[in-house]
């Protein structure tokens, strides 16, 4: 069984940069993509960004310019690093792959933007 551990949050200042990583327990075959959702407090799961197989990129309008999803192949991770961070990408956010195999999420890590 496939587990995905995410890392990296916490609180930062208004302008402040962090890094999110997202460990695959095993290796994924066949993947179809990969992906960052944030869920804001009182508010519905959102899509960040999404990687397909082929390489496509996909980021939300409010990330866009700010946020960069990368992989390290040989560490079965996937990162997501944010930059110049505003009070309103304040969220719990998740990594998901979805392949062939399966889809799969990881359990959230806290991120808090102050103003």
């Known amino acids: 069984q496939v587990q995905l551990v995410e890392s990296g949050g916490g609180l930062v200042q208004a302008g402040g940069s962090l890094r999110l990583s997202c460990a695959a327990s095993?290796?994924?075959?066949?993947?179809?993509?990969m992906s960052w959702h944030r869920q804001p407090p009182g508010k519905q799961r959102e899509l960040v960004v999404v990687?397909?197989?082929?390489?496509?990129?996909n980021y939300a309008d409010s990330v866009k310019g700010r946020f960069t999803i990368s992989r390290d192949n040989a560490k079965n991770t996937v990162y997501l690093q944010m930059n110049s961070l505003k009070p309103e990408d304040t969220a719990v956010y998740y990594c998901?792959?979805?392949?062939?195999?399966?889809?799969?999420w990881g359990q959230g890590t806290q991120v808090t933007v102050s103003s």
């Open positions: 998901n792959i979805d392949s062939h195999y399966g889809n799969y």
């Open positions: 095993g290796s994924i075959f066949r993947i179809n993509a």
């Open positions: 990687m397909t197989s082929g390489g496509s990129l």
